[in-house]
């Protein structure tokens, strides 16, 4: 009989289903729930058992990942009629790794406190990518003691994990992730339109522009997809727009200014406002500066 902990995982989406997949290869009994019923189908027929809520879910774990869409999802999943909380043991622990505002996070932390459930905020970055090979940066915030019991499981899922303070630490690491790659994606699309517009080689340009001081993730990983016209979600653009709402709120509490994200927002509008526009991957940026330079950014152009 295995002494490893039972988990639980509560989202099955893009980035939760490879997750969850990761933590059943790494051996651990795995507790389930999703809405959708195709998503749950795929990981009974790897061995994880099947949930009816959240709190079924809570139940039969000592570990449960939120891994949902946003905050008004993590606080149902966590604190609504079939939640979490209602179930769940003392002495168990609920690891959120999904972004909700830091508000939110702390107060299920509290929630949780109540009937002595201990919680990490634990973001995540990576994409879709990371989270199948199980390379995914996890930013963690909670008590150090916790992190270090639930260290192991963590690296199951994630390659560089890092505790950061306090619950809510983690979501401000996660956002202040998503400002700078924000901008990243600006000047990446921002140069391979000007480069377009002006007739460039746009493939062999990339390759001098990645061993440059232009290089970034942003550059390596979604600049080929850009050219090759590939806007297959990896991370949607609706997620994106959500990240950057929520950290332009958080940012407006603490009076810090955040021109270029602002602009990253307001430009995302413009790739949202097409059908479908919302599921595209995040790199779907450039679309917004095709349209004003009235250009396509092609390998092929």
Known sequence: MSDLPNIGFVGLGIMGRPMALNLLNAGYSLNINDKSRSR???LAASGAVVCDSPMQVASSSDVVFIMVRDSEDANQVVLGQSGIIHEIRPGSTVIVTSTISPDSVRNIADRLAQ???????APV???EEGAKKATLSIMVGGKPEVFAACLPILESIGRNIVHLG???????????NQVIASVNMLAMC???????KAGADLPRLLS???AGTAQSWALDNQAIKVLERDFAPGFMVSLQQKDLRIALAAA???HVALPGCSLVHELYKS????PGGGGLANHAFVRALEKLSDVVVSADA
């Open 252 to 254: 407006e509490e603490l």
């Open 125 to 127: 970055s990576g994409g």
């Open 115 to 121: 009937v002595n459930v201990d919680t990490l905020d």
């Open 190 to 196: 921002e140069g391979l339109t000007f480069a377009a």
């Open 40 to 42: 749950i189908d795929v």
């Open 166 to 176: 306090p619950v809510g630490a983690g979501t401000i690491g996660k956002l202040s």
């Open 271 to 274: 790739v949202e406002s097409e």
């Open 208 to 210: 001098v522009l990645q």
